[in-house]
């Protein structure tokens, strides 16, 4: 429409201006109005890097292609889970690396058997700062350096590089996760850069920045802590990313890391940035692995009342919750295995 601001001119006015805040603050009216500039994608594929489960029987679907083993070749599972992803806009194709998995090796591998460069990435992307998400990242991409261009971004919420720590059932004593360290991804010639409201890191892939908390039942739980300072602390990943895609003829394709924030606000959060309601897919881990059944069936209950097309948890969503969300959703859910290549749009 002529005469309104499109969507990157006002992240840019917004950034200069301070009119988004990165600590909680809702996105303003304005923001909504304006959203409608998002960059549609006419083509959208996702391969499944690492992630918790593996089958090279499972069926394919409508918008899947699986990896098939054959003797000595073989997708690796593992706690853990990373992306590639690659967008087409207007017929230019760029792409971009989301989460790290746990085992660099794994990863390694199931790259080299997919047939993907990762040295190609536009960006890359680190979800939140827990080792099953970051701790490939280094043995990754020191052995792709020689092909990454410097100076290619590395985008990270508030506090992706802090130490964090689990308070794990029976125990009294937190357990150190470790800590992702910011000069090891500067060294290797990454622009480190920090999100902290609605980002597009590569034509057509927007990084949430803050996610508003919506939902009266998605909390994080007190298990999960951070140090801050000298005090270990709860930890609200107030930093925590998602990515999201608006397809061509679609609608949304939201995709997470663990969802602490919950993934109902997280699809909210981008219903709203994007200036859609229509969700097309809702893939990524959904951290409701130890949660209680009220839990689960309010977010699955929200869930479909969104009517996606497609639900495709993984990593952290947890045996119990898939089997509701296909309970529930059978004609829009999907099992997802690693090495599944996912196709969206023409």
Known sequence: MEGMINRRDFLKYAAATGILVASGEALSGAMAEAATGVT??????????????????????????????????SIHAQHGLSYYIETVTAGKISSCMFDFGLDSADVLGNIALLGLDIGKANAFSLSHGHYDHYSGALSILKQNQARIAPGTPFYVGEEAFSRRFTLRPGATVPTDLGQLSREDIEALGLKVVEVKTPTEIVPGAYSTGHIERITSYEKVPASQQIKRGEKIESDTFPGEQAIFFNVKGKGLVVLSGCAHCGIVNTVKHAQKVAGTEKVHAIMGGFHLIVAKPDLIQSTVADIKAMKPDHIVGTHCTGFRAMVALSREMPEAFTINTAGTKYTFGA
């Open 40 to 73: 549609e994608v006419d083509k959208l594929t996702i391969w499944i890097l690492a992630d918790n489960y593996y089958d090279t029987n499972e069926p394919d679907t409508k918008i899947t292609k699986r990896y098939r083993s054959v003797a000595g070749k």
